[in-house]
T-cell receptor, first 114, second 116 residues
Framework: AQKITQTQPGMFVQEKEAVTLDCTYD???????LFWYKQPSSGEMIFLIYQGSYDEQNATEGRYSLNFQKARKSANLVISASQLGDSAMYFCAMREANTGKLIFGQGTTLQVKP | DAGVIQSPRHEVTEMGQEVTLRCKPI?????LFWYRQTMMRGLELLIYFNNNVPIDDSGMPEDRFSAKMPNASFSTLKIQPSEPRDSAVYFC??????????????FGEGSRLTVL
């Protein structure tokens, strides 16, 4: 069965510093996708970034980058130059190849300190 | 463009009552997902539809839960009878085929259900 693990329930980072949120996954599929979503305190889910299992380069979207290490089955999110508005819960997710379903990890709460 | 619209935003009901949550997906999206979020279990996929047809309902907790999508612009999630353990935030999300591949789901603001 496919599984996403986020081992950090909560993280703190100083404003303007970079932070890495960990995500490991387990799958026997050769083709899969990995994603990160942000959930601010207001509750909506915001898509941040996508990495395909065959992509050779790490995905980047503005201040977000995905550190994809296939052999280690990890897909960590790196946020550079943290801002107060980055305070939120962050979810790692994986797409099942056969069904297209998204499976989410438990989430990591990030607090950015001024 | 309007996003995914869910109603009601908040619902408080008593155990045993029927609850109906509604969702209007983004026009042109042909995939619709229902997720449930709780502190204990995180985000769980309940069911998803493609072109109004239920594709996978393996996440539906039990027979008390049912979901329908009578047309491309409307879906309901019904709980009958409701129980306190059903208290959660229920999200509806929609996307198109390319969005399924890249994981870009467009979420509604959620319906917060409290069952007393």
């Amino acid at each position: 069965a496919q599984k996403i693990t986020q081992t950090q329930p909560g993280m703190f980072v100083q404003e303007k510093e970079a932070v890495t949120l960990d995500c490991t996954y387990d799958t026997s599929d050769q083709s899969y996708g990995l994603f990160w979503y942000k959930q601010p305190s207001s509750g909506e889910m915001i898509f941040l970034i996508y990495q395909g299992s065959y992509d050779e380069q790490n995905a980047t979207e503005g201040r977000y980058s995905l550190n994809f290490q296939k052999a280690r089955k990890s897909a960590n999110l790196v946020i550079s130059a943290s801002q107060l508005g980055d305070s939120a819960m962050y979810f790692c997710a994986m797409r099942e190849a056969n069904t297209g379903k998204l499976i989410f990890g438990q989430g990591t709460t990030l607090q950015v300190k001024p | 463009d309007a996003g995914v619209i869910q109603s009601p935003r908040h619902e408080v009901t008593e155990m045993g009552q029927e609850v109906t949550l509604r969702c209007k997906p983004i026009s042109g999206h042909d995939y619709l997902f229902w997720y449930r979020q709780t502190m204990m279990r995180g985000l769980e996929l309940l069911i998803y539809f493609n072109n109004n047809v239920p594709i996978d309902d393996s996440g539906m907790p039990e027979d008390r839960f049912s979901a329908k999508m009578p047309n491309a612009s409307f879906s309901t999630l019904k709980i009958q009878p409701s129980e306190p353990r059903d208290s959660a935030v229920y999200f509806c999300a929609s996307t198109f085929l390319a969005g399924v591949a890249t994981g870009e789901l467009f979420f509604g603001e959620g319906s917060r259900l409290t069952v007393l």
